[in-house]
């Protein structure tokens, strides 16, 4: 009796542990501020109006997952209420992980599906700094909200932009408004391309 009891009460506690396990969180970036912007070559003065920030949101594994973005101060309550949506609506992104685990490549890390913020680099195609140089724009997983050009072109190479797809934007995405009506700008209305992974507030 005693040894069916004992035998019942380990099953319970291990389903338990397995339980709580699958409701960890997996981490994708627990970095300092001073690894997010090591090697950066952005100004004093620009780092020093820039945060990072936790941000908690289900992958496409289905789980919980915790990355970061690096910020400008000022976009810092933004921000947490698009991820606090994020988080509530399931709204899959891939992983959040500072450019600087990409040797500060743009490309690479939107290769990677990575969503990630602070940048400092020109615009594509010109000599003007992005917002991303200022921590003031946030890409959200580009490969599955590519650039697309009007010739065609993608950007990701090999992505395809199917806003049908979990993890993609739309002109009536509700994230897409909730950045809108807190005055952020959406890429993927942007005239000589749609940038549909790109939200900035200049």
Known sequence: MKRNILSTIIIICGLLFIGAAKNDVVIDSAMTFEEAIKGTKAPQDVIDNLMLLNVDYYSFDGRLHRGQLVIHKE??????KIFLMIRES??????????????WSDDASMADNNTSAFCYRFIAGTKRLSNHSFGRAVDINPFNNPVVYK???????????NPDKPGTFSEEHPIVKAFK??????GGNFSKYDDNHHFDKP
């Open 75 to 80: 976009c810092e309550s933004d921000v947490k």
């Open 181 to 186: 009506k807190m005055g952020w700008r959406w």
């Open 90 to 103: 399931k709204f899959p992104v891939n992983k959040a992980i500072p450019i600087v685990k990409y040797n």
């Open 151 to 161: 010739s065609g072109k993608v950007s990701p190479k090999g992505a395809v932009y």
